[in-house]
């Protein structure tokens, strides 16, 4: 087993770090009576758990004298919540909420301390758990490199040659034109806001900088919206929608073997690394939701147990659009994608489908969005039998279609 992300080691030889085991209420009063630390600075995040382990740990710190100071860090803008409508609402459309997004005042950019003081020889710095105690450990083929290090390398390849491409880019799965920093912003190796300071002018900055946004509308919401984090925001369809719950196909659809090679190569991306490409993650959860019908929280909880980025407000936020439940509601139809079309537009060339789907390897392009329909002879011919080495699909997409839109029609 692999640990995929972990402390850079200037942090651990320098005694900068102590780890300690139990709750956070407890723990941290404790910890601070023996550095005799009269405060304790902390960045606040918007999620309900995360609220309500900030209220516990507010709590107990007061009640042994010590004082909490929470401060901004995960987002690009400081305060979400003072984000409003004219007449004083949350946003629930991005468009709107794009547009007073980028007139928010910015907090400065800072820059790293030199050095960090080493903390005290009488106090146990601990040790690191294993993943396995954390019950996080998964195996990864091909892991991505943690630490503050890997993403500084990161954000700067991308500035030099990745983000001017970034808006033509960004949606060819199979070519390298997108950032892969969402791991490094979701665990705190980079900062959002220095991340959009340090965005050069033009196109592919400005599309890159929606992006940044798109991450803070969905902390805003789920900051006023605390009830999303497990049922539909639209009240017309909780509990009216008639989601399915067959586990066979759910389990095919998480391993990578529906039949349907630009859904299945995206699931089994996440499986070895960890991450997936947007617009992958786009038509696996269009195919999860509308064509299979099996409920969102199904394929959100899957995407937070493998992602390395799995941030709550985004992952919620992204499952509830694709899903047609949740904000900035657009008709169902407008998200009910057709895997083979999706792949003839972004994976032209099969690069990505056949990287992942190494059984596809050797079939022609003209067959590779849906290979079902080879002659049974190309399929002997090039050695990828339809239901014996790769599968048939599990639904039928045009019959899946209407019965989707059946099901929304029923509760609207």
């Known amino acids: 087993m692999i640990p995929v992300f972990c402390f850079d080691q200037g942090l651990l030889r320098g005694r900068h770090l102590v780890v300690r085991h139990g709750t956070p209420q407890h723990e941290l009063p404790v910890l601070a009576?023996?550095?005799?630390?009269?405060?304790?600075?902390?960045?606040?995040?918007?999620?309900?758990?995360?609220?309500?382990?900030?209220?516990?740990?507010?709590g107990a710190l007061g009640q042994a004298g010590i004082e909490p100071r929470a401060h901004p860090g995960l987002f690009v803008v400081e305060d979400l919540a003072s984000i409003t409508t004219a007449a004083g609402r949350p946003y629930t459309v991005f468009t709107p909420f794009y547009r007073t997004w980028l007139t928010e005042p910015r907090r400065p950019v800072l820059a790293a301390p030199r050095s960090l003081p080493a903390v005290g020889a009488g106090v146990d710095a601990g040790r690191v758990p294993r993943l396995s105690e954390l019950g996080l450990e998964q195996e990864l083929a091909e892991p991505l490199i943690g630490g503050e290090r890997a993403g500084r390398a990161s954000l700067k390849a991308f500035l030099a040659d990745g983000v001017a491409g970034y808006e033509r880019g960004r949606d060819a799965i199979g070519h390298p034109g997108v950032s892969r920093l969402s791991p490094y912003l979701h665990f705190g190796c980079l900062s959002p806001r220095e991340l959009e300071h340090r965005l050069p002018p033009g196109d592919g900055a400005d599309a890159f900088r929606r992006q940044l946004c798109w991450r803070d509308f969905y902390a805003h919401v789920l900051r006023h919206y605390p009830a999303n984090a497990s049922?539909?925001?639209?009240?017309r369809y909780r509990g009216t929608i008639r989601w399915s719950h067959a586990r066979r196909r759910f389990d095919a659809w998480c391993e990578g073997r529906t039949g349907f090679p630009l859904v299945d190569a995206g699931m089994r991306q996440l499986r070895r690394e960890g991450w997936m490409h947007n617009r992958a993650r786009l038509v696996v959860g269009s195919f999860l939701t509308k064509d299979l019908g099996i409920d969102w929280r199904w394929g959100e909880r899957w995407f937070m147990r493998l992602l390395l980025d799995g941030d709550e407000a985004s992952n919620n936020g992204n499952w509830q659009w694709i899903a047609s439940v949740g904000v900035d509601p657009q008709p169902a139809f407008r998200r009910i994608y057709n895997p083979a079309r999706q792949?003839?537009?972004?994976?032209?060339?099969?690069?990505?489908?056949?990287?992942f789907l190494p059984e596809l390897q050797s079939v022609p392009d003209a067959h590779l969005a849906e290979p079902w329909k080879m002659p049974r002879e190309v399929q002997e011919q090039v050695g990828c039998v339809i239901g014996r080495d790769y599968p048939a699909p599990i639904v039928d997409h045009p019959l899946a279609r209407r019965e989707a839109l059946a099901r929304y029609r029923a509760v609207t």
Not at 231 to 235: A, F, L, V
Not at 343 to 355: E, K, L, M, N, T
């Open 231 to 235: 049922r539909e925001h639209q009240p």
């Open 33 to 58: 009576r023996e550095l005799d630390a009269r405060s304790v600075h902390y960045s606040a995040d918007v999620g309900p758990f995360a609220r309500r382990r900030e209220a516990s740990v507010r």
């Open 343 to 355: 792949q003839a537009s972004f994976d032209p060339d099969g690069r990505y489908v056949r990287r």
